[in-house]
């Protein structure tokens, strides 16, 4: 068993890499949630600065 000296020894490393694996898909979930919730407020402000500038009187 490459190294543990039971199977309930293997067991609980492949529960505790399975766990990692959770907290760390978990994570990146969240990092990217954040990102995504980030890009689209910068794209709001800059459709709203678009919405200002384009609101505004040229001088001619």
Known sequence: ???FTSYAEY????????R???QARVAREQR???RRQAAER???ERTAER????AR???A
């Open 42 to 44: 910068r794209g709001a």
């Open 20 to 22: 990692r694996a959770e």
């Open 1 to 3: 068993m490459f190294g």
């Open 32 to 34: 990217d949630t954040v």
């Open 51 to 54: 919405a200002t500038h384009a």
């Open 11 to 18: 067991r609980q490393n492949e529960q505790d890499l399975d």
């Open 57 to 59: 009187p040229r001088v």
